[in-house]
């Protein structure tokens, strides 16, 4: 950590572990005027009255990011959290990074963010010592209150608030932190900070956003991705009911920003969505429409055929240890495009004064949009204030701000407030989606049923050697290293259709592969398929590595702990399960987390699948910050990963998506969901990481070796359905 001390009314700059970093502002007021409120730093406000404000630094997509943070600045502080108030920050450097992604805001945010307590806690400390004219070392902090323990003089917080505020912060490196066993906020259940706001419908989200005068505007693009506008009915438009104008975006020439399209503003969304149904444009779709999904499939089977085009890993000799193998699998595994499906739409509200612009933005990476917005609209980012509302779901979408640079550049040639708001059909035709990939497998377990040979020709999307985005794996990638013979090439093939992020990123399809895989070389072994997995992790134990991010490195044992709870939890060999009903394991380790995953399923005769529970076990540390949160987002990736198992699927067809709205893109309905999804966690000697991500891609193959265990039949394509299966549903 690299801590340089300033003056007052500057910045402390603090450089937090794993790349993470925070800017602990010190303002040059002592007293916000507007709030009648004395600011600590750029965390903390308190008011006269003992009223604590602290404020929630990144974008919050409901992972609970808006109370973890908090809770860490309030411990810190020694105050009660029924006394505290969390207020989403706007986007502004002094906070240092706010980003919503990767499952990092835990790791990166866990040390600064207690700084920010404690040297908020100190200042108080060094006021009321002060103002008694006694040493520092006498008083003591609990409950918002400060206490000189010879004389039981107490003040508390907001009235030393103002006081502590004229102060010079602390050196952030001679702050003492809280022992662990000291902790009254961090480790206790708690709840959402939005709930109430939540489940009163009170204005949250960017959806909700309203502004004085603001129009409505909708935005037609090509259903063809970055294809452009010919020529379009505009005067017809404009004459309709509402309408305030219609006009043509040229848009640019990449995927990931600014497309050409139609914008139709109007008085309303509803005027501007009922004058879309009257537009007639003709498009120049360009050369993309030969893309489909049939001809994806076409051309991975023959690349499969030919010498790879890059190899990402060689250990060993993988030809000859199959060549003598005692028993060798052969298969080829699908996983298909995904689209995001966010709850809340894309959407954003944008205004234009002539020189400045204001956006109202649900976005997970508002620096990148603002850089986005500047460079495609020429507006200088000093010029554009970005305000962060509560973003309905996404997990990735919004990683990317192409709604955001639409919705600045309407109001630009408006020169007016304006919503920008998709439909689901625009949601889902023009996501940047998870890319599908193909795999296509051969390995070998000797006689004694050890794994000896693993070759995985990878088939993606790319360019030349690079692939899209999230559409790569690494060759490091479990089971490498614990295979003594192993190989891992790679192919691509061209894609003019955006690739992004979708929850645990390239984990997410790649896990289902791997970890259904394992299961075929444990059953031709003639293993159980828990104790094959323990096995080889025992069996090649990894050298200690020097240097770079311990955390992100893959830990045999942590993976072993969270196996065997799991599978402890689920009665693993210790029950007798009807004829039909099976469990099935996998385990996995992305985003610095470890989980293993056990599932308990029936299968009728009609391939109706029941899944009566589910147990998870994960490794992220220690403390759980907040264990509601944590077993929520368990919870959820369980559902998740359930939606995507079984119907999931965005296919293409000349050169555009075919889904377009939740029908046909169904993900897991509540009378489909398992009776009980058990969270477990397996508290390590590891600093706490993040909960987003790593408990999503074990679930899938959870469920496909569990159909396996009850059926015999391998699935080696996603999603279920193509294999005939469905959910059997509960009344």
């Known amino acids: 950590m690299e801590i340089t001390a300033v003056p007052r009314?500057?910045?402390?700059?603090?450089?937090?572990?794993?790349?993470?970093?925070?800017?602990?502002?010190?303002?040059?007021?002592?007293?916000?005027?507007?709030?009648?409120?004395?600011?600590?730093?750029?965390?903390?406000?308190i008011d006269a009255g003992g009223a604590i404000t602290i404020i929630g630094k990144n974008p919050e997509v409901g992972q609970g990011i808006k109370a973890t943070?908090?809770?860490?600045?309030?411990?810190?502080?020694?105050v009660d959290w029924k006394d505290v108030r969390v207020e989403q920050a706007d986007y502004d450097e002094k906070y240092g990074d706010q980003f919503a992604g990767g499952s990092v805001a835990v790791p990166n945010q866990w040390l600064p963010m207690r700084q920010a307590g404690a040297a908020a806690r100190l200042m108080l400390v060094r006021a009321a010592a002060q103002r008694w004219k006694v040493p520092e070392s006498e008083c003591t902090?609990?409950?918002?209150?400060?206490?000189?323990?010879?004389?039981?003089?107490?003040?508390?917080?907001?009235?030393?608030a103002a006081s502590a505020s004229r102060l010079s912060p602390p050196d952030l490196a001679t702050l003492t932190l809280k022992d662990p066993k000291a902790f009254t906020i961090i480790g206790r259940p708690t709840p959402g900070v939005d709930n109430l706001a939540i489940v009163t419908g009170k204005p949250l989200f960017g959806i909700d956003v309203v502004v004085p005068g603001m129009l409505a505007a909708v935005f037609e693009k090509c259903p063809v991705f970055g294809g452009k506008v010919v020529s379009a009915n505009l005067d017809a438009i404009k004459a309709m009911p509402g309408v305030r104008s219609a006009f043509v975006i040229e848009g640019q020439s990449g995927l990931a920003g600014l497309l050409g399209g139609v914008a139709i503003v109007a008085?309303?969304?509803?005027?501007?969505?009922?004058?879309?149904?009257?537009?007639?444009?003709?498009?120049?779709?360009?050369?993309?429409?030969?893309?489909?999904t049939d001809e994806f499939a076409r051309r991975a089977e023959e690349l499969s055929g030919k010498p790879p085009a890059r190899t990402l890993r060689s250990d060993g000799n993988v030809d000859a240890a199959l060549g003598s193998a005692a028993k060798t699998v052969e298969a080829a595994y699908f996983y298909p495009f995904l689209a995001h499906a966010s709850a809340e739409v894309m959407n954003c509200t944008a205004r234009f004064n002539g020189s400045k612009l204001e956006i109202w933005a649900p976005t997970q990476t508002p620096q990148s949009g603002r850089e986005l917005v500047s460079q495609t609209l020429g507006v200088a980012e000093s010029d554009i204030t970005i305000h962060l509302t509560r973003m309905g779901s996404c997990f990735g979408r919004r990683l990317n701000n192409d709604y955001m640079v639409e919705a600045a550049a309407i109001a630009q040639k408006m020169k007016a407030?304006?919503?920008?708001?998709?439909?689901?059909?625009?949601?889902?035709?023009?996501?940047?989606?998870?890319?599908?990939?193909?795999?296509?497998?051969?390995?070998?377990?000797?006689?004694?049923g050890k794994p000896v040979a693993w070759r995985d020709h990878f088939i993606s999307f790319g360019e030349g050697e690079r692939f899209a985005r999230s559409a790569g794996m690494g060759g490091d990638q479990f089971p490498a290293r614990f295979i003594p013979n192993f190989t891992l090439h790679s192919s691509v093939m061209p894609l003019g259709v955006p690739t992004g992020a979708l929850r645990a990123p390239g984990d997410n399809g790649i896990c289902f592969v791997i970890q259904s895989f394992l299961d075929e070389l444990a059953a031709a072994a003639g293993k159980d398929p828990l104790q094959f997995r323990l096995a080889m992790l025992d069996a090649t134990p990894l050298p200690e590595e020097e240097g770079g991010n311990a955390l992100a490195r893959f830990n045999p044992k942590r993976m072993r702990g969270v196996y065997?709870?799991?599978?402890?939890?689920?009665?693993?060999?210790?029950?007798l399960l009807p004829d039909g009903t099976a469990l099935g394991i996998a385990g996995h380790f992305c985003h610095y987390g470890y989980c293993a995953i056990v599932s308990e399923l029936s299968v009728d005769q009609n391939k109706a699948v029941s899944v009566n529970k589910v147990w998870v076990a994960m490794d992220i540390?220690?403390?759980?910050?907040?264990?509601?949160?944590?077993?929520?987002?368990?919870?959820?990736?369980?559902?998740?990963?359930?939606?995507?198992?079984?119907?999931?699927?965005?296919?293409?067809?000349?050169?555009?998506?075919?889904?377009?709205?939740?029908?046909?893109?169904?993900?897991?309905?509540?009378?489909?969901?398992?009776?009980?999804?058990?969270?477990?966690?397996?508290?390590?000697?590891?600093?706490?990481?993040?909960?987003?991500?790593?408990?999503?891609?074990?679930?899938?193959?959870s469920i496909t070796n569990a159909i396996f265990a009850a059926t015999g039949e391998r699935v080696r394509k996603l999603p279920l359905s193509k294999s005939g299966y469905s959910w059997a549903g509960r009344t």
Not at 149 to 155: D, F, G, Q, Y
Not at 669 to 676: G, H, I, K, V, Y
């Open 141 to 160: 902090t609990a409950g918002g209150h400060v206490t000189h323990r010879p004389t039981k003089r107490a003040a508390t917080y907001g009235e030393l």
């Open 267 to 292: 008085d309303s969304w509803w005027a501007a969505q009922k004058a879309r149904g009257k537009l007639e444009v003709k498009w120049n779709e360009g050369a993309k429409t030969d893309q489909s």
């Open 69 to 78: 943070l908090p809770m860490l600045i309030a411990d810190e502080l020694d």
């Open 564 to 575: 065997e709870l799991a599978a402890s939890k689920a009665g693993w060999g210790a029950r």
């Open 417 to 448: 407030p304006v919503k920008l708001l998709w439909t689901r059909e625009d949601d889902m035709r023009h996501d940047f989606y998870r890319p599908a990939g193909f795999h296509y497998l051969k390995a070998g377990v000797d006689a004694a």
């Open 621 to 701: 540390g220690r403390p759980i910050i907040n264990p509601s949160s944590a077993t929520q987002q368990v919870q959820g990736s369980v559902i998740d990963g359930l939606s995507q198992v079984m119907r999931l699927e965005i296919t293409f067809d000349r050169g555009r998506a075919v889904q377009g709205s939740l029908p046909e893109y169904m993900p897991l309905r509540m009378s489909e969901a398992p009776p009980a999804i058990d969270a477990h966690f397996l508290e390590s000697d590891n600093p706490p990481t993040g909960l987003g991500e790593p408990a999503l891609p074990p679930v899938l193959p």
């Open 9 to 45: 009314r500057t910045f402390l700059k603090v450089s937090a572990i794993a790349g993470g970093g925070m800017l602990l502002g010190v303002h040059t007021l002592a007293k916000d005027s507007a709030a009648s409120s004395s600011i600590l730093n750029a965390f903390v406000r």
